[in-house]
Nanobody, 121 residues
Framework: QVQLVESGGGLVQAGESLRLSCAAS????????MGWYRQAPGKQRELVAT???????NHADSVKGRITISRDNAKNTVYLQMNSLKPEDTAVYYC???????????????WGQGTQVTVSS
Protein backbone atom coordinates (compact mmCIF):
# COMPACT_ATOMS: atom_id res chain seq x y z
CA GLN A 1 0.00 0.00 0.00
CA VAL A 2 1.38 3.40 -0.98
CA GLN A 3 0.96 6.36 1.34
CA LEU A 4 1.81 10.03 1.04
CA VAL A 5 2.13 11.56 4.49
CA GLU A 6 2.06 15.35 4.74
CA SER A 7 3.20 17.52 7.62
CA GLY A 8 3.96 21.15 8.39
CA GLY A 9 0.62 22.89 8.08
CA GLY A 10 -0.68 25.31 10.67
CA LEU A 11 -1.89 28.79 11.53
CA VAL A 12 0.37 31.75 10.78
CA GLN A 13 0.04 35.48 10.33
CA ALA A 14 0.36 37.23 7.00
CA GLY A 15 3.99 37.66 5.99
CA GLU A 16 5.20 34.62 7.89
CA SER A 17 6.55 31.35 6.51
CA LEU A 18 5.71 27.65 6.59
CA ARG A 19 7.39 24.57 5.17
CA LEU A 20 5.31 21.59 4.13
CA SER A 21 6.75 18.11 3.74
CA CYS A 22 5.34 15.01 2.07
CA ALA A 23 7.00 11.62 2.29
CA ALA A 24 6.08 8.61 0.16
CA SER A 25 6.04 5.24 1.89
CA UNK A 26 5.01 1.70 1.13
CA UNK A 27 5.90 -0.59 -1.71
CA UNK A 28 6.60 0.98 -5.09
CA UNK A 29 9.28 0.86 -7.76
CA UNK A 30 9.85 4.49 -8.71
CA UNK A 31 8.41 7.99 -8.48
CA UNK A 32 8.02 10.38 -11.39
CA UNK A 33 6.41 13.78 -10.88
CA MET A 34 5.51 15.09 -7.45
CA GLY A 35 3.55 18.19 -6.62
CA TRP A 36 1.38 20.27 -4.35
CA TYR A 37 -2.20 21.32 -4.94
CA ARG A 38 -4.54 23.31 -2.74
CA GLN A 39 -8.25 23.73 -2.23
CA ALA A 40 -9.83 26.69 -0.52
CA PRO A 41 -13.40 26.56 0.84
CA GLY A 42 -15.91 26.76 -1.98
CA LYS A 43 -13.25 26.58 -4.67
CA GLN A 44 -11.83 23.90 -6.94
CA ARG A 45 -8.54 22.22 -6.25
CA GLU A 46 -5.74 24.10 -7.99
CA LEU A 47 -2.11 23.46 -8.81
CA VAL A 48 0.50 25.15 -6.63
CA ALA A 49 3.71 23.62 -7.97
CA THR A 50 5.13 20.44 -9.49
CA UNK A 51 8.60 18.97 -9.78
CA UNK A 52 9.98 16.17 -11.92
CA UNK A 53 12.40 13.55 -10.64
CA UNK A 54 15.07 15.48 -12.50
CA UNK A 55 14.29 18.65 -10.58
CA UNK A 56 12.42 20.62 -13.23
CA UNK A 57 9.81 22.79 -11.52
CA ASN A 58 6.59 24.53 -12.45
CA HIS A 59 4.90 27.07 -10.18
CA ALA A 60 1.50 28.71 -10.42
CA ASP A 61 1.72 32.40 -11.30
CA SER A 62 -0.04 33.31 -8.05
CA VAL A 63 2.80 31.87 -5.94
CA LYS A 64 5.90 32.64 -8.01
CA GLY A 65 8.54 34.42 -5.99
CA ARG A 66 6.99 33.42 -2.67
CA ILE A 67 6.55 29.65 -2.72
CA THR A 68 9.15 27.11 -3.85
CA ILE A 69 8.91 23.39 -4.42
CA SER A 70 11.85 21.02 -3.95
CA ARG A 71 12.43 17.33 -3.44
CA ASP A 72 14.89 14.89 -1.94
CA ASN A 73 14.85 11.76 -4.09
CA ALA A 74 16.90 9.80 -1.55
CA LYS A 75 14.17 10.41 1.04
CA ASN A 76 11.26 10.17 -1.42
CA THR A 77 10.10 13.49 -0.03
CA VAL A 78 8.78 16.66 -1.60
CA TYR A 79 8.79 20.03 0.15
CA LEU A 80 6.93 23.30 -0.23
CA GLN A 81 8.66 26.35 1.22
CA MET A 82 6.08 29.10 1.62
CA ASN A 83 7.27 32.63 2.39
CA SER A 84 5.44 35.95 2.61
CA LEU A 85 2.17 34.11 3.12
CA LYS A 86 -1.08 35.91 2.36
CA PRO A 87 -4.62 35.28 3.63
CA GLU A 88 -5.55 34.09 0.13
CA ASP A 89 -3.06 31.22 0.56
CA THR A 90 -5.42 29.73 3.14
CA ALA A 91 -6.43 26.26 1.96
CA VAL A 92 -5.99 22.55 2.45
CA TYR A 93 -2.75 21.59 0.73
CA TYR A 94 -2.52 18.19 -0.91
CA CYS A 95 0.59 16.31 -1.94
CA UNK A 96 0.57 14.39 -5.20
CA UNK A 97 2.91 11.77 -6.62
CA UNK A 98 2.88 9.83 -9.87
CA UNK A 99 4.55 6.52 -9.30
CA UNK A 100 5.12 3.05 -10.62
CA UNK A 101 4.23 0.37 -8.11
CA UNK A 102 6.32 -2.29 -9.82
CA UNK A 103 8.77 -2.35 -12.71
CA UNK A 104 7.06 -2.09 -16.08
CA UNK A 105 3.80 -1.51 -14.25
CA UNK A 106 1.34 1.30 -14.91
CA UNK A 107 1.96 4.84 -13.67
CA UNK A 108 -0.71 5.93 -11.22
CA UNK A 109 -1.38 9.11 -9.29
CA UNK A 110 -1.62 9.16 -5.49
CA TRP A 111 -2.79 11.86 -3.11
CA GLY A 112 -2.00 12.67 0.48
CA GLN A 113 -4.70 13.29 3.06
CA GLY A 114 -4.19 17.05 3.04
CA THR A 115 -2.84 19.52 5.57
CA GLN A 116 -4.53 22.76 6.57
CA VAL A 117 -2.74 26.06 6.09
CA THR A 118 -4.44 29.12 7.56
CA VAL A 119 -3.05 32.62 7.14
CA SER A 120 -4.57 35.34 9.28
CA SER A 121 -4.48 39.01 8.31
Amino acid sequence: QVQLVESGGGLVQAGESLRLSCAASGRYFSIDNMGWYRQAPGKQRELVATITNGGHTNHADSVKGRITISRDNAKNTVYLQMNSLKPEDTAVYYCYARLERYRWGPWDGYWGQGTQVTVSS
